[in-house]
Structures are given as structure tokens and as C-alpha cells.
């Protein structure tokens, strides 16, 4: 899957290098930070996600992103305690739909795909510990405010549905709510 994922990008990035040959000024990379609430089938996560993307025109963009969760602490008993925790990496495509004169604000649609990873502990030794990684079909919707040239803010929520995970775990999908910044270059 890392390759299939890793030649995804590769396109990704040539199809930004030709599309960016013949434009002039439309082709702007940036670079973020977001915080993310995690919810998923009883487990909540905060988490945070670098990105680096590319917004071709005024209409579309793709992003590579990074995510590393907290650690989700549930106690069952006195003695029993499962801590849980995630990692992400994938690509996003976004559309966006610039409004207002200026065009200052923009209405973003997100769709992309990621790798997760769940960690489960338990802190009992007759307890397994578990590690159980699977892809995430992403779905988003968000707005963008461009402070200046250069600074802009985000805020998006995003549907995770996953598949193939093992039966040990039980996410099924996971709802998101982010907001972030970004520079742009």
C-alpha cells in the first residue's frame, strides 16, 4: 500500500509541475499546521496534522498530510486500562469555491485517501497488545480565510470511513473537526 500511495504522490506531483508550465501567478504551495477532534465508535483524539499542498488555480489543489494522535486513556476496572492511539498519512484533493470580491473567503470540498494506524495497550499483561492499520476513505467540507497574501486559516470537518480493519478493533469511521493555518509561499 506505501507504494501504491507513494506512486499516487509522484503523479500527483507531475501533473502540478505540468499544469503549473503555462500559468502564470495560479500556482501556489503552502505549507500547515492543524488541530484536529478525533471521534470515532467511543474513542475520542486530539490530534495534530502537518501538510504541504499545492493549490493549482483558484478552483483545485492537493495536499500530502502527516497526522499523530494523543493517546485515548479508558479504564475498565481498577486494574484494567486500554489506551488507544493513531497515526495518519495520505493525500487530499480539494475544490474550492472562492467568494466576495476580494476573494478572501472559500467554501473547500475535500475528498482523499489515507493510511491509519491504531495502536491498542492494555497496561495488564493477560491483555494483548494490538496494532491494526487500514486505509480511510476521507470526506470533507471546510472554509478558507486568506488574512493576508501569504496567511490563511482553515477549518473543515471530515468523514473517515475505513476498511479492512482487524476484527480486534472497532472502527468502522471516524468524524474529525479541524482548524488550522496555513502559509503560503
Do not use: W
Amino acid at each position: 500500500m506505501k507504494n501504491t500511495i507513494a506512486t499516487l504522490l509522484v503523479a500527483v506531483s507531475t501533473f502540478a509541475v505540468a499544469a503549473n508550465a503555462n500559468a502564470e501567478n495560479s500556482f501556489r504551495p503552502y505549507v500547515g499546521v492543524d488541530y484536529n477532534y478525533d471521534n470515532g465508535n467511543g474513542n475520542d483524539f486530539n490530534s495534530g496534522t502537518v501538510n504541504v499542498g499545492t493549490q493549482f488555480n483558484d478552483y483545485f489543489g492537493t495536499e500530502v498530510f502527516y497526522q499523530k494522535s494523543d493517546d485515548d486513556v479508558k479504564t475498565y476496572s481498577d486494574l484494567r486500562q486500554q489506551t488507544r492511539n493513531f497515526d495518519a498519512y495520505g493525500i487530499d484533493f480539494n475544490g474550492y469555491l472562492p467568494m466576495g470580491c476580494e476573494q478572501e473567503f472559500a467554501l473547500i470540498g475535500s475528498a482523499g485517501i489515507g493510511e491509519y494506524t491504531f495502536n491498542t495497550g492494555y497496561n495488564l499483561a493477560a491483555f494483548a497488545n494490538n496494532r491494526d492499520h487500514g486505509i480511510g476513505y476521507r470526506f470533507g467540507l471546510g472554509g478558507l480565510y486568506n488574512v493576508t497574501d501569504n496567511v490563511a486559516l482553515r477549518a473543515m470537518a471530515r468523514y473517515v470511513k475505513f476498511n479492512k480493519l482487524a476484527d480486534e478493533t472497532e472502527e468502522t469511521d471516524m468524524v474529525e473537526y479541524t482548524a488550522g493555518v496555513r502559509y503560503n509561499f
